[in-house]
């Protein structure tokens, strides 16, 4: 396998910046996932490493060769797309040696090959049969196992598992998850759903408007996101955002709006003259609202909310809020019994509490 390195990639439509100078390094054996919003450029990346689209600016290595110059043949990577792409009049076994074939590969390390990848993949009893007489998710081992069987150094999946439903996409994140360890592969993967990258990544990159807005583990990414952006795009349900001001009032910080006023302590934020009056917002997750505190002291004071909406999930149960003007999401674990309309105190954990400031929306808490 190979490590990747992306250095100030620019892509330009004419006018029209899609990537603005983007730099990752991807290490050996590494599972990357590049994470965004439609149009956010991920996709453009890849297909720019795999040489299916200029380069406008900047440099591309894969095991510290330049890759620029060279043809999509000569990169010796793979690519998984959205559109499993297979030929209908070919069986599972011809699809997968298909790249190998035309090669002109020897016979019996073709035979080798495919049976390593479909044993890989559990083919074995499909080999035989055409694409039309699979399901979706078999579709998409095929295409996988048609990449793994031409041993490149870098594994790229683009959006790989859009195109199936909600079973189907859990079972194939497992089977992507079990391949990286299986073949200890460097994988690039391209999605725009937040859960397969927290799933499936070593790190997750995050992409907005063609700029990496921050680079890290899942969880690092998860629990300490660098700005709004990112603190709403990873995490499900979103992430709550409220506006207010952040005040000192006898020696101590204040969050305070129109609707709600709560302390904030020292440790979460250290107090500077510059964040007297500062207008900041408060993220919180639902997860870390609850409507009991059972004495825990990590909790603000309560916050008075009128209950909107309650959506019954069977093992959690989401409560949709008003506190004034603010709309705010509770996700509780318990059937809270509340119907809506009804005054419910709230409490919000400080521990898990981020704040932003209101003009370049970067995190500003530890």
Known sequence: MASVKFKDIEKKYGDVTVLKGVNLEIKDHEFV????????????????????????????????????????????????FQDYALYPHMTVEENMSFALRLKKTNKAEIADRVQEASNILKLNKFLKRTPKALSGGQRQR???????????????????????????????RVEIAKLHQNLNATIIYVTHDQVEAMTLASRIVVMNHGNVQQIGAPIEVYRKPVNMFVAGFIGSPTMNFIKGKLKTIEGQLVFENEQMKFYIPSSLLTESPENTDRDIVIGIRPDDIV???????????????????????????????????????????????????SKVPLYFNYKNMHIFDAKDEKRINA
């Open 142 to 172: 095929v295409a996988i196992g048609r990449a793994i069987v031409r041993k490149p150094k870098v594994f790229l999946f683009d959006e790989p598992l859009s195109n199936l439903d909600a079973k189907l996409r859990e079972d194939m």
């Open 291 to 341: 409507l009991e505190t059972k004495g825990a002291e990590y909790y603000t004071e309560k916050i008075d909310a009128v209950l909107e909406v309650s959506e019954l999930l069977g093992h959690r149960e989401n409560l949709y809020f008003n506190i004034g003007d603010n709309k705010v999401l509770a996700s509780v674990s318990t059937f809270a019994n509340k119907s809506p309309g």
């Open 33 to 80: 996932v590049i994470v965004g919003p439609s149009g956010c450029g991920k996709s453009t990346l890849l297909r720019m490493l795999a040489g299916l689209e200029e380069i406008t600016d900047g440099e591309m290595y894969i095991d510290s060769s330049l890759v620029n110059p060279l043809s999509p043949s000569e990169r010796k990577i793979a690519m998984v």
